[in-house]
């Protein structure tokens, strides 16, 4: 057998992912090895698939003791034969797993660290009695004294070496930082080992910062944005979890809190709820996330501004490990750094103080930059990217700002002319002319007064404080802050430089394309669900988000087409497949819709966003279209959103069922390609900006869209 059947056959898949292949080369090839890849890149094919070819036992040695359970089950079920001793298991059960293991049944052990050299049944008695073929050292950098999360029995490994010195060893971490690597290899004792050094990039998360502000609003409005959705919500404090928990509940979402302060079977209890999908949210201070492998964690919120880039990346990390895409959001407030500094300045570690604020520098930074989100992230990593990414708040705002020159100006000699000791609320006041006997009557002979009448008190609030987001303002963190100048406001002031700000609300300006049927997604899920619950794991573990998604989106009805969904292995199929194929036969008959024909799934096509979409539906509105019905009429008698519409007739379009000249003529469409092409990104907003009500979306989509 080749490595890729093996991926095929057991996993479903039909590819290796980045550096999955290369790794699996080089082990096969009996070399030390490194792997550094990203959280959710695929690090555990890199040594399960050379276990199922190596002729013995492969050891994986992991800190993580909650997930080895898991990580077994998940392996049991797509019919790969592996335990784990830890201990948390009775002594029997401990001999038990011993004596398959000395038998050759199990292909992969997990062990902690501690258990390699001590106990009665230590894990070296028991290698006296197989083929150790491989050993595979899982979160390597707890090895290092300059990760972020060292434990001295990784260094027992070493010796672990000295002893099977003919075996290859494999480390594997997602740890970024330079100096930790090169003391992985040093401390496990590696020989020359091959290094695979994968990109950090997260693609499929679409990156966040918004101004703390009216946050519970804004929370809910992107919780609004997830129905149904699982996610993580971090708050710096226990009472911020309690909090945020209930006002989540009061609003209907099923959230429970978890923190270090609640009984210990609560917190196991909201954190298995949590897992097996019962409950969708769970809200969080940064003790929970440690050993957990759920792979459908499609938002990460961050109440509070994490203490450095480094825990933010891990924590955001948690977010989309199956792939689809996957939101986060930061909620920023310049008081957070201030209390964080002083939570720094308190610590035990005199030492660490400097080298900590200058990362939570870096953390502020982040939240204030006006760069692409993810190529600031990536740069900090050491990765040089040479483009900005499209996904990221500050992206989707490109071309989208306006030239708020004259009025930032106004407000911030404003804020100058009062000494920088008032808030936003009352700058506004002044600026606006307020008769208000709170207005000082000394403000009220200052050129400023009432400058600023003829915009509302919500634009300028909304001025203000992207001032204050985008780094021209800073507010102290007192009960009643005030604002001053920033030395980029200053600078911005001297240069008489253009100040351009996004005045739109920003938080969830991308609608996301979908391409899968949400009806059928949701009966799928729902069998999942049950499935899970008869089977006692957790919902992933019987089939991904991704996979079903392929599946709403390709309606596979029988087994062959079936196989060829992502992640849909033998045993899996065998499993589960007549149940899931039910499902799907069903829906269709429900909903009139007639799967794509022939029921196959070519290469090409899966990886298309439009392919093999709710057909049906498109039908329908195709033959309303051509009887004539304007885009809204259609909506109107299919009970359906517009925009929901527009996709149905720009995948018309695009499969050449309705004529491009239906929407444009020659000339409208080169005119907008022209446009088009001075632009740099490859977004639509900017086209909508320059040609406001002349063209529709739809027509620019299909403009620049279809060639
Ligand atoms: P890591 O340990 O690096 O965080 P995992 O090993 O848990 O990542 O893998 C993340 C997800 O990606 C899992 O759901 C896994 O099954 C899936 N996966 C791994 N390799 C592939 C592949 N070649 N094709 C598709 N999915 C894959
Ligand atoms: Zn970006």
Request: charged content about 25%; hydrophobic content about 35%; aromatic content about 8%.
């Amino acid at each position: 057998m080749r490595p890729i059947d093996i991926l095929k056959d057991f996993y479903g898949y039909d590819q290796f992912r980045g550096n999955q292949e290369p790794i699996i080369n080089a082990v096969m090839a009996g070399k030390d090895t490194i792997a550094l890849m990203p959280t959710g890149a695929g690090k555990s094919v890199c040594y399960q698939v050379p276990a199922m070819l190596l002729p013995g036992l492969t050891l994986v040695v992991s800190p993580l003791i909650a997930l080895m359970k898991d990580q077994v089950d998940a392996l049991n079920a797509i019919g790969i034969p592996a335990a784990f001793l830890n201990s948390t298991q009775s002594s029997s059960e401990q001999r038990f797993i011993s004596h398959e293991v000395t038998s050759g049944k199990i292909k992969l052990l997990y062990v902690a660290p501690e258990r390699i050299f001590s106990g009665g049944n230590s894990v070296l008695d028991l290698l006296g009695n197989v083929t150790l073929s491989l050993v595979a050292v899982d979160e390597a950098h707890c090895v290092s004294q300059w990760g972020h999360d060292f434990r001295p029995e990784y260094l027992k490994i070493g010796e672990l070496r000295q002893k099977f010195k003919d075996i290859p060893f494999l480390a594997l971490t997602a740890t970024a930082d330079t100096l930790t690597r090169k003391d992985i290899a040093d401390k496990l004792g590696l020989v020359s080992p091959t290094w695979f050094v994968s990109s950090f990039d997260r693609p499929n998360i679409t990156y966040r910062v918004v101004l703390r502000n009216d946050a519970f609003q804004k929370l809910i409005d992107f919780l609004s944005h997830h129905p149904g959705d699982s996610g993580i919500i971090y708050c710096l404090s226990r009472k911020g979890v309690e909090d945020t928990a209930e006002r989540l509940q009061d609003f209907g979402y099923q959230a429970l809190p978890y923190h270090a302060g609640l009984e210990r079977d609560v917190r196991q209890r909201n954190q298995e709820q949590f897992i097996k999908d019962e409950t969708k949210i769970i809200v969080a201070t940064i003790a929970f996330g440690m050993g957990i492998d759920k792979s459908n964690v499609r938002f990460v919120v961050h109440m509070n501004m994490p203490q450095n880039v480094e825990s933010y990346y891990q924590e955001t990390g948690r977010a989309g490990r199956d792939g689809l895409p996957s939101e986060v959001l930061l909620f920023y407030s310049f008081g957070d750094s201030i209390t964080l500094g002083r939570m720094i300045e308190n610590s035990e570690n005199p030492d660490h103080i400097e080298v900590m604020k200058k990362k939570l520098d870096r953390m502020v930074s982040f939240c204030q930059t006006q760069r692409c989100r993810r190529r600031f992230l990536l740069d900090y990593f050491g990765e040089t990217q040479k483009e900005d990414c499209g996904n990221c708040d500050i992206c989707f705002q490109k071309g989208n700002k306006l030239d708020v020159t004259i009025f930032s100006q106004m407000l911030l000699s404003a804020v100058v002319r009062m000494k920088e000791s008032f808030g936003l609320a009352y700058v506004i006041l002044v600026l606006r002319g307020s008769q208000s006997v709170k207005v000082r009557e000394a403000h009220k002979a200052l050129g400023v007064y009432g400058v600023g009448k003829d915009k509302s008190e919500q634009f300028w609030k909304k001025l203000g404080n992207q001032l204050v987001l985008e780094g021209y303002l800073e507010a102290t963190d007192k009960e009643y802050p005030t604002l001053s100048l920033t030395p980029l406001a200053w600078e911005k002031l001297k240069q008489k430089e253009k100040i351009m700000l996004s005045m739109d609300e920003g938080i969830l300006a991308t609608p996301t394309e979908q391409s899968h049927d949400k009806g059928l997604l949701e009966k799928l899920k729902n069998l999942r669900f049950s499935l899970a619950r008869k089977f006692n794991v957790p919902p992933y573990i019987i089939f991904s988000d991704a996979t079903l998604v392929e599946m709403a989106t390709h309606y596979p009805t029988d087994l062959a087409t079936l196989r060829q969904i992502n992640g849909v292995g033998q045993v899996k199929a065998e499993k589960y497949g007549d149940e899931f194929r039910r499902v799907i036969s069903q829906y269709l008959v429900e909903n009139d819709i007639t799967p794509p024909a022939p029921n196959r799934i070519s290469g090409s096509q899966r990886r298309t966003s439009s392919s093999g979409k709710n057909v049906g539906s498109e039908k329908e509105t195709l033959e309303l279209f051509q009887k004539g019905l304007s885009v809204d009429q259609i909506a109107e008698k299919r009970e359906m959103a517009p925009s929901t519409i527009e996709g149905h007739l720009f995948n018309l379009t695009e499969k050449k069922l309705i004529p491009q000249q239906e929407f444009l003529n020659n000339d409208q469409i080169a005119e907008i390609k022209a446009f088009y092409e001075t632009q740099e990104g490859h977004f639509l907003r900017p086209l909508k900006d320059h040609f406001g009500d002349k063209y529709t979306y739809l027509q620019l989509k299909v403009a620049v869209r279809i060639s």
